[in-house]
């Protein structure tokens, strides 16, 4: 297995995706390439030497050695607050990846997909949605994207836009926009009965966002009748240390 090290990476870019995250492209030379859904720790390290790591899933495919993240900013967290709003373009952080072998999706896959996403955890779904376009894949893609409400929409612009065989639902939490259909609240069995495929179809389930959620989707999913191994999970519990 190859030994991942740590490797400088540039900031070259940022676009703000909603009031509370920022996508951050990083140059990093000698980036190996990755497969959707992967993701890299980022390293920060102080001018006195404290360090201090954190997890991120990569939101795009990789353009040579130029890699995208999308960050939340927790309040009161010691790593996101200064990736969305305090690091500049040309600061440096340190990169290790990619990571992560289960929670991915391949473009040679043919089995119909149905991405479930959580607040951010809606990044490494993202990445998987720009690979099918980027690969022209006809495999048909079905995203439950659950966030509190529009105004949180990551990547808004871009899903607004027409993708042949990706259907989208917004299940939002806390405020629904005029007209919705569905009432604001979390996640339930009828949401993954409309809106995802049904379980004889055998999709590749992936359900990314935080713990909870991941738990209660994943729970559904099996309800419907989803096969266990069919059901992959990423949490986006604490990472540090
Ligand atoms: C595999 C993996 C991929 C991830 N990908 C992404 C990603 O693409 N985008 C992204 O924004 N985050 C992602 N995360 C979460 C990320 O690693 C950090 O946990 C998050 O940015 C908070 O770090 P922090 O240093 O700001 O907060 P910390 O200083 O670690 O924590 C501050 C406080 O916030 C709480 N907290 C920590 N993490 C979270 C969280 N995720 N949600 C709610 N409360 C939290 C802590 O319990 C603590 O009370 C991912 C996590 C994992 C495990």
Do not use: K
């Amino acid at each position: 297995m190859r030994r991942l090290t740590w490797l400088a990476a540039e900031l070259v870019a940022t676009t703000a995706e909603t009031a509370t995250a920022r996508t951050l492209r990083f140059r990093v030379p000698g980036w190996p390439g990755h497969v959707a859904g992967q993701h890299v720790d980022v390293r920060l390290t102080a001018d006195d030497g404290y360090s201090a790591q954190r997890s991120y899933s990569l939101a795009a495919p990789a353009e040579g050695d130029l890699v995208e993240l999308t960050v939340e900013n927790v309040l009161d967290g010691e790593v996101s607050p200064y990736l969305t709003e305090v690091i500049e373009v040309g600061d440096q952080v340190e990169i290790r990846g990619p990571v992560g072998g289960w929670f991915v999706w391949r473009p040679a896959s043919t089995a119909p997909v149905l991405l479930v996403g959580g607040g951010s955890g809606i990044v490494p779904l993202m990445a998987m949605i720009r690979t099918r376009r980027q690969a022209g894949s006809r495999v048909p893609f079905r995203l439950l994207y659950s966030l509190r409400d529009p105004a949180r929409r990551y990547y808004a612009g871009e899903l607004r836009r027409p993708d042949p065989g990706l259907d989208i639902a917004y299940l939002y939490t806390r405020a629904v926009p005029e007209g919705a259909s569905r009432a604001a609240g979390r996640i339930m069995l009828d949401d993954l009965a409309e809106g995802g495929w049904p379980a004889t179809f055998e999709p590749d389930c992936y359900v990314c966002g935080p713990t909870g959620f991941v738990e209660a989707a994943a729970d559904l999913l099996l309800a419907l009748g989803h096969a266990p191994e069919r059901i992959r999970t990423e949490r986006f519990g604490p990472t540090g240390g």
